[in-house]
């Protein structure tokens, strides 16, 4: 997908299974729409990639200390490959570009992963709403609701038709699918695509910010609790005017430390020698995902569901802070 994340935090992002890397050669490259290519890769020893379900992303290590996150779009019964869909995006911070301009058949990249923060539900029925490149996470999943059996719909838009990917595999589910370019049809009528809330239905979207936006609205207004479900590829704003300091304790040793107003909890951590893996720094890939044991988070990330988030059990160490004066995580 786009580019989820900016450069390393210190750390690198690493399997699920274990603090490892993964070496790869890219086995195939095909341009997927007028600037997005698929990027397939399979790993250098030959052997199986680890497993992974619809909604999971790998972490793609480029060039000097960047990393970036790209969701998988593949076949997830094929773990002798992962394809990956990345947007030619020239206002990113470089990622996309060094993808699209310098990979190439034959070359070797080193990724991690994969990692899911973006499950799909087990529901009676779905809706999908992608937009741009977040039809790469979709696709694989309206692959297992057909497989399953389970009735779903998806809109997909984009700019232009010639820069939406997959066109040709998701035009064969006929009028499931509807194409929505931009540039004939405006903006997707998100009032009539959401317009039929029910209990049994999940809704699941991917793409820029101010559709997903538009979509959480529509959703917390007239939608059941918990049915919308949504990967973000940019954080949500953060106001940071009023931060104030607070204080940690690591349940492991009993040791208090004070988290400065200007300062992460990951880098506080790190100040002390507590490394937690982390990549993004940004709230919008899930590594850092640390244990909280007692105390009220101020949850700013773009990855947990307002349940999730309210259940008040873990945070995003990289973006997240306090409310109450002291938080108690499992480290």
């Known amino acids: 997908m786009s580019e989820l994340t900016s450069l390393s935090h210190g750390s690198t992002a690493t399997l699920d299974e274990g603090d490892r890397k993964i070496e790869t050669t890219v086995i195939a490259r095909v341009d997927a729409a007028s600037d997005v290519i698929l990027l397939t890769v399979a790993a250098q020893d030959g052997s199986q990639l680890p497993s992974w379900s619809p909604g999971a992303h790998i972490d793609v290590h480029l060039d000097g200390d960047i990393v970036r996150h790209y969701s998988l779009c593949g076949d997830p019964d094929d773990r002798s490959s992962y394809t990956i869909g990345v947007l030619d995006a020239p206002a990113s911070r ?14 070797s ?31 694989a999943m309206l692959r297992d609701a057909e497989r399953a059996g389970k ?9 232009t038709t010639a ?99 200007e300062t992460t909890v990951l880098d506080a951590l790190a100040d002390v020698g507590i490394h937690i893996l982390s990549s993004c720094g940004e709230g919008t890939c899930g590594t850092c995902e640390t244990p909280v044991l007692d105390g009220v988070v101020d949850h700013r990330d773009s990855v947990l569901t307002k349940d999730e988030q309210d259940c008040n059990d873990c945070m995003m160490v990289c973006v997240s802070r306090a409310k109450s004066p002291l938080l108690v995580l499992d480290v």
């Not at 009735?151 to 700019?159: E, M, N, S």
């Not at 998100?190 to 936006?213: F, K």
């Not at 940071?240 to 304790?249: G, H, P």
């Open 163 to 261: 820069s939406m990917a997959l066109r040709e595999e998701l035009a064969a589910f006929a009028d499931r699918v509807t194409f929505w370019p931009q540039d004939t049809n405006g903006i997707i009528d998100l009032p009539a695509v959401l317009g039929s809330p029910d209990d049994e239905t999940a809704v699941y979207a991917c793409g820029p910010e101010p559709l997903l936006a538009a979509i959480e609205n529509i959703c917390d207004a007239t939608w059941p609790a918990g049915a919308l479900h949504l990967e973000r590829f940019t954080p949500k704003e953060i106001d940071d005017t009023n931060d104030t300091e607070f204080e940690l304790e690591l349940a492991q040793t009993g040791r208090r430390i004070t988290v400065p107003k």
């Open 109 to 139: 990249l080193t990724i991690g992963g994969p990692r899911n923060h973006f499950e799909l539900v087990d529901a009676p029925r779905y809706v999908f709403i992608a937009g741009g490149i977040g039809i790469t996470p979709i696709a």
């Open 151 to 159: 009735p779903w719909t998806l809109v997909y838009g984009g700019r």
């Open 94 to 107: 470089g990622g996309s570009r060094y993808v699209h301009q310098s990979l190439h058949i034959g070359d």
